[in-house]
């Protein structure tokens, strides 16, 4: 099994905020997103680059996982966001509203030019209604390694807005677009961050959805305040019970006597060869959020 590294908490910080970046340090989300694009006002964008590119270049984020949000392709703040994160050499460069292939084989080949390295990977903001209908072919980018693509981020505002869709508990009209986005990352080997939660206040709807996200198969969720990083860090993480399931799917599989078989019997179940892999990975995702 390739190496996890887990992705339940994603929170969102102000590039244009000092104060936030350096807070930042000590929040225990598994993954920040520094960001020049909808948090930053168009008079602070370059002052925002400066802080953001001298905040990852510094240090100091122990093993959290660094993404700088760069501007839209379209916009005139790109090109220098794209090459001021290639030199500083976040884990990733987040590309908001991506909408086909050929946009991240043009951003891979512009990180060749610019001499990136190679550890920074592309994640992808999954935000319109054009990329929902092209999430496949998006996804399938990855397998073209220039592009560098790692993961998709769902961007539910956005697909509201683009859509008129109505913010529903359960989010009955966003789930066949969530749906088709998760399909496309699991068939080229993406990983794949659940949209933000709006309402800071409201703890138990936010709970929800987490659990939500969760079940339908997202590797976490991304977030707007501090305040929510506790509870994705719970709810994506496997509960004793799931672990030890798991641990006890794995024993018997290594088992002598069932070495050769595709299915055992497990305290009244069926058990396949397919739930021992799934429980593998229970595991290697309990060890990656333990270390």
Known sequence: MTD?????????????????????????????????????????????RDQVCAAVKTGGYGRRELVIRTNGVDTPWFEADLAAAAEA???????PKVQNPETL??????????WADPKT????????PLAILHCEAIAAAAHDPQTRLACFVMGTNDLAKETRARFLPGRAPMLPWLTMAILAA???GLDIVDGVYNDIRDEEGYAAECAQGRDLGFD???????????????????????????????????????A????????????????????????????????
Not at 89 to 95: E, G, K, M, T, V
Not at 268 to 284: C, F, K, P, T
Request: hydrophobic share 50%; no cysteine; charged share 25%.
């Open 186 to 188: 699991r068939a080229h």
């Open 260 to 291: 050769d078989k595709g299915a055992i019997q497990l305290d009244g179940r069926m058990v396949e060869r397919l739930h021992a892999d799934m429980a593998a990975r229970i595991v290697a995702l309990a060890q990656a959020i333990a270390a």
């Open 105 to 114: 084989k043009r951003i891979g080949q512009k990180l060749d030019g610019l």
């Open 220 to 258: 976490g969720k991304s977030l707007i305040h501090p305040s929510q990083v506790d509870g994705a860090n719970a709810v994506f993480a496997p509960d004793e019970a799931e672990l030890s399931r798991a641990q006890a799917i794995i024993a018997a599989f290594s088992r002598p006597e069932n």
């Open 89 to 95: 050499r976040p884990d990733a460069i987040l590309i």
């Open 4 to 48: 996890i590294r887990p992705r339940r908490s994603v929170l969102y910080m102000p590039g244009s905020n000092a104060r936030a970046l350096e807070k930042a340090r000590e929040i225990p989300a598994d993954a920040l997103i520094l960001d020049l694009e909808d948090a930053v006002a168009p008079e602070a964008k370059a002052n925002a």
């Open 121 to 128: 990977r592309i994640w992808a903001m999954i935000e319109t």
